[in-house]
């Protein structure tokens, strides 16, 4: 049993608690997102302190977060994603417990989608038209694993229609401003970190880091193609790209990669272990260019997955080229590090070994994408592929990307940004082929906090140099990775308690990672 403190914070966040976490009690459950039963969750947050103190941090932040998220933003109220996520079954797809459970728990999750619709339906009232525009074909992916001959499943679809009608309606009819407002960001983004967050000093920051990167770009650049103007060069580099049918194979072949760099160099740990596959989205996930399902902190030890999606069948050949283009072999290597190793995956490895239910169970949103995106650049520090710049390329555009998305959601959620705007940001700073970047654009007004992957590296990277300074000649990047990850994926607010942590090694295992041809 987990402690019940941490229990009201989970049955507010199901879809976290059970594919994140691997609590699954929670399978076949949908949260209550009605008004009423939201206010019942609220309620039940707060209890007696823990005994660690970081751990009672920890706690008390994401308690303060759920408070922000359900009762002074509301954002349930305005966006379909939390409960596109708490509908979605492709988790049950996952090979964390035997077929015959993982089906059950699928019917009894499509059981509950009429009333959960209901329940969420009845918050839905202030949905902006480019948040519902946005999300509409994740919504309408949800069904497309359903079959109509099975009772449940053929229960479940009226209720579906019921929720793309009412974002079809939105789409149309909805506020065509997505912008929260400043207070409102500031609070979703630190509430969870354990900090107060500035967006105009974050936005500074966020300025500092793009020259930063932007000159990265042009060293790597002038290494790869000497004379070339760095615009030209990027377009030269990006051109190439596998097809459908190749992409998934070639990031088969990076997985195995990074994975044996990362283990060689023991930049976490002397001994990796864990197995990663390689598979397409499912459709409800295609919100998203590339994602890790990992192996969860409290399951059964099992396959992690690094999920690509592949271009929709039914779009024209120039947008699903649009969309390959995404993938190019200058850029998938680093997209596969920040997934894979020593990224998402290498994180969920350490997730499994942490102290404590609350850092299993917790994880910071701008500490884990914070993390993944730190990885990219720090195989360039520790020279893999050195003497190749495409893969300093790559990350440098990444990282781009990555900052684009701060300064985007800050500008679009403040208002000074329009849509059309976002996706210019995206194309001329982010060097993204004009579908990717509306697609990136279209996400910050679902996706509100997706500045934290640069905001969270950042914060890692002062860290470190706080770990030279302190530590001196004790200092070792594998010594100050295994205390980071040791807090799990801690508040940014709450990270320097890795500075006083001794030198404890975690325990090691093998190193049997491949990637197969097989789908979650």
């Not at 922000?68 to 417990?97: C, G, T």
């Not at 079809?168 to 009819?173: D, F, I, K, P, R």
Request: hydrophobic share 40%; aromatic share 6%.
């Amino acid at each position: 049993m987990i402690d019940p403190r941490l229990r009201a914070v989970c049955d507010l966040l199901v879809p976290a608690a059970r594919e994140q976490a691997g609590l699954h009690q929670y399978d076949g459950h949908v949260a209550d997102l009605s008004p009423e039963g939201v206010r019942a969750g609220l309620g039940r947050l707060g209890g007696p302190a823990l005994e660690g103190r970081h751990d009672e941090a920890h706690l008390a932040a994401f308690e303060d977060s759920v408070r922000v998220l359900f009762d002074e933003v509301a954002l349930h109220r305005s966006n379909p994603r939390l409960l596109l996520d708490n509908l979605d079954i492709s988790v049950y797809a996952r090979h964390y417990a035997p077929e015959s459970e993982r089906v059950a728990a699928r019917g009894r999750h499509l059981a509950a989608w009429p009333d959960a619709i209901g329940a969420g339906l009845r918050a839905l009232d202030a949905v902006p038209a480019p948040t519902a525009a946005a999300l509409l074909g994740s919504v309408r992916g949800l069904a497309e694993v359903l079959d109509p001959e099975l009772p449940g499943d053929a229960a479940a679809i009226p209720a579906h229609r019921r929720l793309v009608a009412h974002l079809e309606e939105a789409a149309g009819s909805g506020d065509p401003s997505p912008a929260l407002g400043a207070r409102a960001l500031e609070r979703l983004l630190g509430a969870p970190e354990a900090t107060t967050v500035s967006l105009e000093r974050l936005y500074r920051q966020g300025e500092a880091e793009r020259t930063r990167v932007t000159d990265l770009l042009a060293e790597a650049c002038g290494r790869a193609c000497p004379g070339v103007p760095v615009p030209e060069a990027v377009r030269r580099l990006n051109s190439g790209y596998p097809d459908a049918e190749g992409l998934l194979d070639t990031a088969r072949a990076l997985t195995d990669e990074v994975l044996h760099f990362t283990a060689d160099a023991a930049l976490v740990e002397d001994e990796p272990d864990g197995i990663v596959h390689v598979a397409p989205s499912p459709a409800s996930r295609r919100w998203a260019t590339a994602m890790l399902s990992w192996a969860a902190p409290f399951e059964d030890d099992g396959p992690s997955w690094y999920l690509i999606t592949l271009p929709d069948p039914s779009w024209s050949p120039e947008r699903q080229e649009g969309w390959l283009a995404t993938f190019t072999y200058t850029g998938l290597p680093s997209t596969t590090a920040h997934e894979v190793a020593p990224g998402h995956f290498t994180h969920g490895r350490a997730l499994r070994r942490a102290p404590g239910d609350v850092r299993k169970a917790l994880h910071s949103p701008a500490f884990v994408e914070g993390w993944a995106h730190y990885a990219e650049e720090l195989l360039v520090e520790e020279g893999f592929r050195d003497g190749d710049p495409r893969y300093a390329v790559g990350v440098a555009c990444k990282a781009l990307l990555r900052v684009t998305r701060l300064l985007v959601s800050i500008g679009v959620h403040t208002g000074a940004m329009s849509m059309e705007e976002a996706t210019a940001a995206f194309e001329r700073d982010a060097y993204l082929p004009e579908p990717s970047a509306q697609a990136e654009a279209n996400r910050a007004t679902f996706d509100p906090t997706y500045g934290r992957y640069t905001w969270g590296k950042l914060a890692i990277r002062e860290l470190r140099d706080d770990a030279r300074r302190r530590w001196g000649a004790g200092y070792g990047l594998q010594r100050f990775h295994r205390a980071l990850l040791a807090l799990g994926a801690p508040p940014l607010g709450l990270m320097d308690t890795a500075l006083d942590a001794p030198r404890s090694p975690f325990p090691g295992g093998r190193l049997v990672s491949r990637s197969h041809d097989r789908r979650p």
